[in-house]
């Protein structure tokens, strides 16, 4: 009974490393999501996927990757980690379109810091 | 740009006292509209949600909100707060574009 499972949990790095961020979900939900948490902005959407090899931006995508080539997995990629990155990052899934009737079910997230 | 506010960025109760947590939303068109909540290191759980079938929501763990059209609000409240409800509290809405957007939240501190 995983669910949704986020890793690294925590992560430091330095500015211009490459990182990438795992999530992984159990249900075979088609809809996944990568969120960023900071104070004072709430939750914002990185990009979406509606399926595997189907991605799109979302809010906030600059410097910031994504692939699926499997349903249960959505990776993000930070090509060239910044300051700016800092942040606490939220993976999600629901089973179709992100709100209607269904629920977004969240990761516990990754805390990731660039110094 | 559609979006929601959330009024109070801290709210502190009384334990066994009224919790109301207050969002209001941005559009002409009555939107789906939902709670989540944030408990210390975890990610996000959904509380309850609008759909558009029922102005008063019953969710999880005794809270309810009610969508008022001319107040444009859905504010969140629950009869008798816990301690166990100290949280962080999201208000969000579903936007045309079919994506969720997110409120500031709203962390809520339970005094004993």
């Known amino acids: 009974d995983a669910g949704i499972t986020q890793s690294p949990r925590y992560k430091i790095t330095e500015t211009g490393r490459q990182v990438t961020l795992m999530c992984h979900q159990t249900?075979?939900?088609?809809?996944m999501f990568w969120y960023r948490q900071d104070l004072g902005h709430g939750l914002r959407l990185i990009y979406y996927?509606?399926?595997?090899?189907?991605?799109d931006k979302g809010e906030v995508p600059d410097g910031y990757v994504v692939s699926r080539s499997k349903t249960e997995n959505f990776p993000l990629t930070l090509e060239s980690a910044t300051r700016s990155q800092t942040s606490v990052y939220f993976c999600?899934?629901?089973?179709?379109?992100?709100?209607?009737?269904?629920?977004?079910?969240f990761g516990p997230g990754t805390r990731l810091t660039v110094l | 740009a559609q979006s929601v506010t959330q009024l109070g960025s801290h709210v502190s109760v009384s334990e066994g006292a009224l919790v109301l947590l207050r969002c209001n939303y941005s559009?002409?068109?009555?939107?789906?509209l939902f709670w989540y909540v944030q408990y210390p290191n975890q990610g996000l759980q959904l509380l309850l949600k609008?759909?558009?079938?029922?102005?008063l929501v019953k969710g999880i763990n005794g809270f309810e909100a009610e969508f008022k059209k001319s107040e444009t609000s859905f504010h969140l409240t629950k009869p008798s707060a816990h301690m166990s409800d100290a949280a962080e509290y999201f208000c969000?809405?579903?936007?045309?574009?079919?994506?969720?957007?997110f409120g500031k939240g709203t962390r809520l501190h339970i005094l004993p």
């Open positions: 996927s509606a399926a595997a090899d189907i991605t």
């Open positions: 249900w075979s939900h088609s809809y």
């Open positions: 559009s002409s068109v009555p939107p789906y």
């Open positions: 999600a899934s629901s089973e179709s379109s992100a709100g209607r009737t269904d629920t977004q079910y």
């Open positions: 609008y759909t558009s079938a029922a102005t």
């Open positions: 969000a809405r579903l936007n045309r574009d079919d994506k969720i957007i």
